[in-house]
């Protein structure tokens, strides 16, 4: 139930995304600098962006629905309330990052850097919950929340 609910809010969140938002969707944009930029609301959806650094970026709300993000870089970034479902993230670094709410259904997290980074409140499959918290370390400096108590490890 709770599971519903709450993919209803990320529905209705997403359909009155800001009609201003920039859409990267379907592009190759592998090794791009995105890094301290604000992207708030942006779409990536179902693009290569292996290696692309999204280092201290505003991603509030970012839909990265399906996209290679290989080897990418979120280190310091405000992740909150983006989408990732399906997205690879295979070595992608998110070294203090936030991800406050975001959702991460179907996503896996593999040879995934997380130091410090804060899932308070992510949507994530049991199992891979499991496996960041064999993994979880630190504390994040923005929020002051440790990554393990985030992710609910026991």
Known sequence: MAIASLSLVFALLFCTMNANALSYNNQSLMNRDFSGQDLTDASFDHANLRGSNFS?????????????????????????????????????????????????????????????????????????????????????PTTGRNTRDTLECF
């Open 56 to 140: 201290n970026a505003q991603l509030r709300g970012v839909r990265f629905f399906s996209a290679n993000l290989e080897s990418a870089s979120f280190e310091g970034a405000d992740m909150s309330y983006s989408d990732l479902e399906s997205a690879r993230l295979v070595r992608t670094n998110f070294t203090n990052a936030v991800l406050e709410g975001a959702f991460a259904i179907n996503t896996l997290f593999n040879g995934a850097v997380i130091d410090g980074a804060d899932f308070t409140d992510v949507l994530i499959r049991p199992d891979v919950q499991q496996k960041l918290c064999d993994m979880a370390t630190g504390t994040n």
